[in-house]
C-alpha cells in the first residue's frame, strides 16, 4: 500500500501519531532477536533520551543512609525539600557520583559547617567526619574503571536548524521553511538538540506535512526559471527516461539515491520497493513521470526515517561500535548541524570512516567548510547565549533609536565570527577569556566601543589594545545578554562567569532571596553595589553572594549594552532652581505656558574591585580575565571539553562518560589546549564511536 501524506493526517486526528511513530522506527531499525522486545521497551521507557533508564536502588542501603534520614530529611527529606534536594532519593540512586553536582554541593556544606543550618540539630562532630568520609570515598574517589558504558544515543528528531539544514544539502538551495514552527526547547544538556525534548507531537507533523509540500513545490518547480531550480534538478533528478532508460528505470535510480541521502544510509529492499511502488500509483493516478517521482520525495521527507534521526540497536548486552553510516551522521550534525555529504557517505560505504587518520582529516576538512560555521552560529551561540540577543535580549528602539537590528545582528556576529577564529585558527582555549582582537563593523565600533576608523556594514577583524576588551567577557552580546533592561546586574554577570564559563554554578537562591531587607528605609542614597552588600547580609544568601558579587562587579566598568563607563552617571529631579544644573521645558495639557522641570546630576565613581571565589583580589575586567586564565584554567577547560562533548552526543553527559572527560582533557594537556585538539579528541572519543543499548539495570 501507498504510504501517502493524507494517512498521516488522519493518525493526527486520531491522536496516535507519535506512539506509531516510535514503534515504526524503533522496529524498522533494531534487528530481529529475543532482546528485540527488551530494547523496544527500554528505548520506548526512556523516550527520545540519550540516558539510560534510572537506577534501581541497590539491593543493601548505603552507608551514609541512617546519618542523612537522621540529621538532614528535616530540610531535605521527602515531604521539604530545601533547594530541590531530596537527600531520601539521592541515597537510592547508585552509584552515588551519578549525581555528583549536588552531591558535591552537601560535601562543600558540611566541610563549610553549613549545614544542617543553626536552627536544627547540629552534627556531632565524628558524624560530621564520617560523612564526609563517605561521600568522598563514593564521589571523589569512584573508581571509574568499573564502568564501561559509551551510551545510547537515543531517537530523535531533527532540530529546526538541522532540518532546513539537511533540506537545503538534499535539494541544493537554501529555503528555511522552518522559520514559522514552534520555538525549539532548550534540553537537559542546555541545548536545542538535547534528545529528551525532540519529541514528534502530532501539531508539528501537521508543519513537515506543510513543509514537505513546499520544499518539493520551490526546489523542483515544474517550469525551472533560475540557476537555484536547474542546480535542484541536477542534485535530485539524476535520472530521466529515454535514450534506452525507461520511465521505472530512471525513477528507480532517482528513488535510490534519494532515499540514501535523506534516511543517511543504505535504503533496504522493501524500501527501495515501497517508493517504487508509490511511484507506479501515481503514475496509475495520472501523473506523470515528474509529477509521480515528486509525489514520492514529498513522502520521504515527511517519513520518520527522515524526520528522526536513530539509530540500530542490536543483540550486544556490551557496548560496540556505531556502524559507519551513524557514526557520518554523527560526524556531520555535529560539526554541520546537517546531513553527511557525498565524501562521508563515499567512506562510510567504504567501512573507512572509523580509522583515527581519516576522522582527524575529515574534521580539518569539515571545519574549513562554510557549513562548519554552525559551531559559532549554533553551538557557542546557544552555549554562551548570545542567540538571545535581538529576540530576548533587546531595547525599546523608540527610547533608544541607537538599538537597531542591524547593531544586534552585529553584536550576535562578533560572538559567532570570534569563536569560528578560535576553532580554524586552532587557538588554545585561554583565548577565549584572553584574545587582543574581536569583529566589528562601523555600526558596533562607534556606537557601542568607541572605535574609530571602521568603515561599512561588513564584519572585519581588529586588534585591541585594551586589556579590558578582549575575549568573551569584552563582548557586547555577552554583557547585555548578563544585564538587566537598562541596568547592570553584577549577579547574573558573576554567575554567568561561575556557571556558564566555569562549569561551577552556585546552588540556586532560597525563597524570597530576591527581597531587599526591608530595614533599609530610603536607599537613594546608596550604589547598587552597597544595596547588594546590605541584602547579602543575610546568612542565606551571604554563602553564594559572596562567591558570585564579586566577579560581578569587577565587570562594573561596562553598562548594560557593553560601553565603557568611568562613572556611574546619576539625574535626580529637585525643586530649587539654584541646586539644578539641567532644566527641561515642557507642555502640558494642564497648563497654557510650558512647565520647567529642574534635574541635578551627579556621579560617582565605579567600583570595579573583584575577587574569585578563594583567590586574590584583583580590578576590572582586565583583573577577572588575568585570575581566570592563571587560577582557573583547569575549571575552563573541563567546562569547555563537558560542553562541546554534549553539544556532540545530542545529550546531557552522565557520570559514566567521566572518563572520556578526563581523556580528552589529558590528551588537550599534551597540546597546549588547542581547539582542533578537541574537536578530534571528541570524534574519536569513546562516547562518540561506540553505543551500548540501554538496560534496566544501573551500571
Sequence with gaps: ????????????????????????????????????????????????????????????????????????????????QTAGINLSSLVTERPLVKNRETWSRVMEALEGGKMP???????????????????????????????????????????????????????????????????????????????????????LMERYIAAAERVVELALPDLPTTDAHQTSRNLVL????????????????????????????????????QAASHYASGRTDGLDHEQAVKQVLQAVLISPK??????????????????????????????????????LFDLAA????????????????????????????????????FQHV???????????????????????????L???????????????????????????????????GVEGEHMRRVSIDDPNRGGVLGQASILALTSNYKDTSPVKRGNYVLETLLGTPPPPPPPNAGILSEDVADMRGLSFREKLEMHSTNDSCRVCHSKIDPIGFSLENFDYFGQWRDDYRFRRRVRDPDEADETVEINTETSPDPVTIYFKNT?????????????????????????????????LVRQVVSTMLSYALGRQLEYYDEPAVRTIVSRLEANDFRFQTLLREIVTSYPFRYKKNPTRESN
Excluded at 543483540?315 to 554523527?330: G, H, I, K, M, Y
Aim: proline share 7%; hydrophobic share 40%; charged share 20%.
Design 117 to 203: 543550618p543553626a536552627s536544627a540539630p547540629q552534627l556531632p562532630g565524628d558524624v560530621r567526619r564520617q560523612m564526609l568520609d563517605l561521600l568522598r570515598r563514593d564521589i571523589e574517589g569512584f573508581d571509574y574503571s568499573t564502568v564501561d558504558n559509551p551510551g545510547f544515543e537515543g531517537m530523535r528528531r531533527l532540530t529546526h536548524a538541522e532540518y532546513d539544514n539537511t533540506v537545503r544539502d538534499l535539494f541544493g538551495v537554501a529555503l528555511r521553511v522552518t522559520d514559522r514552527f514552534p520555538s525549539e526547547l532548550i534540553g537537559s544538556s542546555g541545548f536545542e538538540n538535547s534528545a529528551n525534548t525532540l519529541f514528534l507531537p502530532s501539531s
Design 603 to 635: 556621579s560617582r565613581p565605579v567600583g570595579a574591585e573583584g575577587i574569585l571565589p578563594g583567590g586574590d583580589p584583583f580590578t576590572g575586567p582586565a583583573g577577572l580575565k588575568r585570575a581566570l586564565v592563571e587560577t582557573r584554567h583547569e575549571e
Design 418 to 452: 570570534f569563536f569560528m577564529s578560535l576553532l580554524r585558527e586552532n587557538q588554545p582555549i585561554r583565548r577565549l577569556i584572553d584574545a587582543d582582537y574581536t569583529y566589528v563593523n562601523e555600526e558596533l565600533a562607534t556606537t557601542l566601543y568607541g572605535m574609530e
Design 306 to 343: 527522515f524526520l528522526l534521526r536513530v539509530e540500530a540497536g542490536g543483540d550486544e548486552t556490551e557496548p560496540f561500535q556505531v556502524n559507519d553510516w551513524e557514526l557520518a551522521s554523527r560526524l556531520s550534525y555535529f560539526l554541520w548541524a546537517s546531513m553527511p555529504d557525498q565524501e
Design 238 to 273: 539524476v535520472a530521466t527516461p529515454g535514450d534506452g532508460v525507461s520511465e521505472v528505470s530512471a525513477a528507480e535510480a532517482v528513488l535510490r539515491r534519494f532515499l540514501t541521502r535523506a534516511y543517511r544510509r543504505p535504503p533496504s529492499i522493501d524500501e527501495v520497493t
Design 390 to 416: 535581538g529576540t530576548r535580549i533587546w531595547l525599546d528602539p523608540i527610547d533608544n533609536p541607537w538599538c537597531t537590528a542591524s547593531l544586534m545582528t552585529a553584536m550576535r556576529n562578533e560572538s559567532s
Design 1 to 80: 500500500m501507498a504510504w501517502r501524506p493524507c494517512s498521516f493526517r488522519l493518525a493526527m486526528r486520531n491522536g496516535v501519531l507519535r506512539a506509531w511513530v516510535m514503534r515504526l522506527v524503533v522496529t524498522a531499525y533494531l534487528p530481529c532477536s529475543p532482546l528485540r522486545g527488551g530494547v523496544v521497551a527500554a528505548v520506548l521507557l526512556v523516550g527520545f533520551s540519550g540516558a539510560p533508564v534510572g537506577a534501581q536502588p541497590a539491593g543493601d542501603p548505603h552507608e551514609i543512609t541512617p546519618l542523612v534520614s537522621e540529621y538532614c530529611y528535616r530540610c531535605h527529606g521527602p515531604q521539604t
Design 350 to 385: 567504504r567501512g573507512m570512516l572509523h580509522d583515527p587518520s581519516t576522522l582527524a582529516a575529515q574534521v580539518s576538512r569539515m571545519l574549513a567548510d562554510e557549513r562548519g560555521n554552525t559551531l559559532g552560529d549554533i553551538f557557542a551561540a546557544q552555549w554562551l547565549g
